[in-house]
């Protein structure tokens, strides 16, 4: 399931920097949002 420009993004959440569980919609009419993923960034080598 993509998505496209415009669609509403279901509600998820994701663990922070600091373990905590973090909701998209925590942030609903309040705040942007910028994900971003670095898949290798605390891997070795």
Avoid: C, Q, W
């Avoid at 993509?2 to 942030?27: A, H, M, Q």
Wanted: no cysteine; glycine share 6%; charged share 20%.
């Amino acid at each position: 399931m993509g998505l496209e420009l415009g669609n509403i993004v279901p509600d998820f959440s994701l663990p922070s920097t600091n373990r905590e569980n973090i909701k998209l919609s925590d942030y609903k009419n309040k705040k942007n949002v910028l994900i971003v993923f670095f898949p290798i960034a605390f891997t070795p080598g």
